[in-house]
């Protein structure tokens, strides 16, 4: 089942992260998942997809489907509701580019050093610096970075201006360990949720 396909694609171009000034397209961003609203139109095709195969178990399919998207409407309203009561709505993240979704939702100002979709990408010297003189410029002290790598690059900066680390997940994949604990995409939010709310002003 290809769960994009009532999803309309984001196309992202070199700098969207930054300025939203004409380059040359990257491509599409495939991290559809971050919007919270993007999760529930998933879960309807999930849905239909295994009512129209298993059509005896349609209503237990519903049944579900509908419990999830309730806990999803409340995830998306609760982080409607958090960046309406923060002042800076600036995110710098020292990772790849894996929340255009999420931040088109909530009109939100992300700053990365990275370029394109890759977590395997390297920034530059040059673009690890001023996103330090973008923090330092709008007063941020937290600098966030993303799951199951070596944070290096959030490292460097930390060390650099003192800025707090703090894990944004982009729900790519989990560890081995949150496997085991049966952690989920909303535990994953949420947790996102409250890493968002410690960090902004």
Same mark, same amino acid.
């Given at each position: 089942v290809d769960l994009s396909q009532a999803i309309v694609p984001l196309e992202q171009t070199e700098d969207d992260h930054e300025d939203h000034d004409e380059h040359e397209h990257e491509g599409i961003d495939p991290h559809i998942w971050t919007d919270p609203n993007n999760a529930i139109t998933m879960?309807?095709?999930?849905?239909?997809?295994?009512? %129209?195969? +298993?059509?005896e178990q349609a209503d237990y399919f519903e049944d579900n489907a509908q419990k999830?998207?309730?806990?999803?409407k409340q995830l998306d309203r609760d982080f409607k509701d958090l960046f309406a009561e923060k002042i800076n709505h600036e995110i710098f993240f020292a990772g790849h580019n894996a929340f255009g979704y999420f931040i088109q939702r909530y009109d939100l100002h992300f700053h990365t050093p990275y370029t394109g979709f890759s977590p395997d990408a390297e920034p530059s010297p040059r673009a690890i610096t001023e996103l330090m003189e973008k923090m330092s410029q709008s007063g941020s002290k937290v600098i966030y970075y %993303?799951? +199951?790598?070596?944070?290096?690059?959030?490292?460097?900066i930390r060390d650099a201006t003192g800025a707090d680390m703090m894990l944004l997940n982009g729900a790519h994949n989990i560890s081995k360990e949150d496997l085991n604990a049966g952690v989920s995409y909303l535990d994953i939010m949420r947790q996102n949720l409250a890493a968002l709310d410690k960090g902004l002003q």
């Open positions: 879960v309807e095709t999930i849905r239909d997809a295994l009512a %129209e195969t +298993l059509p999830y998207i309730t806990e999803l %993303e799951e +199951l790598i070596e944070p290096k690059v959030a490292q460097v």
